[in-house]
């Protein structure tokens, strides 16, 4: 009997049935790159935990995956970063009709143990993360949990249909990510109009602020330009202009602004 064949790569619509599961479980040790278009996070869960045992990716740097929160089978998360130690890359997607109340338990498990436990608590390789947060979960991103991330991508969901991002949460959120030393791309998709409070920079290699939703005043822009030297693309509202195209989207590249 021929041995199966050692992949380094596998890119699939998604995990329908558990052959899919057994072909990659059985490549766990040369996979580098996985993506999956539609995924249960039930079916990742078992993944790690229940084929061959324990399974450890240890060539795995890239993740791509779109999750399936119509999920009957989750009923807990348990994932840590031992399964994938480097990993480079994370991007996490959601189905693009959103999330329905009924299923805000399960993003809740799925955001504070996926997300905390395995990629911003100890996976020191983790370079670029795009992922889907709730605002409930704006504390957990501090620098001391992802301290080396170079590229990060946030969008928010509200997992209370009540409940609307505030000035204070948003600023908290968008300063926190420009406290990370080593960043070098932001983008953060808020749900709402946000104004934005005093900036605290520590990020002097940023070159890109995507910040759609997020209004900045002439000396907040002044501020950042002139602090951010690396800074070449800066994405926002613009505050307090005296026109009435005052809340236009602005796309500005700094090499054509004076500093």
């Known amino acids: ?95 693009p009709y959103g999330i329905s109340p009924r299923y805000e338990t399960d993003l809740s498990i799925l955001e504070y143990s996926f997300l905390t436990d395995l990629f911003f608590t100890a996976c020191s390789r983790l370079r670029s993360v795009r992922f889907p947060i709730a605002w409930d979960a704006v504390e957990m991103l501090t620098p001391t949990m992802i301290p080396k991330v170079h590229e990060l991508m946030l969008y928010q969901i509200s997992m209370e249909s009540e409940h609307v991002p505030d000035t204070e949460e948003a600023n908290m959120l968008l300063n926190n990510m420009l406290s990370l030393k080593h960043i070098r791309s932001v983008s953060l998709d808020t749900v709402s109009d946000i104004a934005v409070l005093p900036l605290h920079l520590v990020c002097t290699r940023l070159h890109s602020l995507i910040i759609p939703q997020y209004r900045l005043a002439a000396d907040q822009m002044h501020f950042l330009l002139c602090e951010l030297p690396s800074l070449m693309v800066l994405h926002c509202k613009l505050g307090e202009r005296q026109s009435s195209t005052a809340d236009k989207d602005c796309a500005i590249n700094p090499d054509y602004i004076s500093k």
Do not use: C
Request: glycine content about 4%; aromatic content about 8%.
């Open 1 to 95: 009997m021929k041995a199966p064949p050692i992949l380094t790569s596998i890119d699939t619509s998604r995990i329908s049935h558990d052959s899919m599961l057994w072909l990659i479980g059985s490549n766990a040790r040369t996979l580098e790159y996985l993506r999956i278009g539609s995924v249960f996070p039930s079916d990742l869960q078992q993944l790690v935990s229940e084929i061959s045992g324990d399974l450890v990716f240890g060539r795995l740097r890239e993740i791509q995956m779109t999750l399936d929160l119509e999920d009957s089978q989750l009923k807990q998360y348990n994932i840590t970063t031992t399964h994938f130690p480097r990993l480079e890359l994370l991007f996490v997607d959601l189905p």
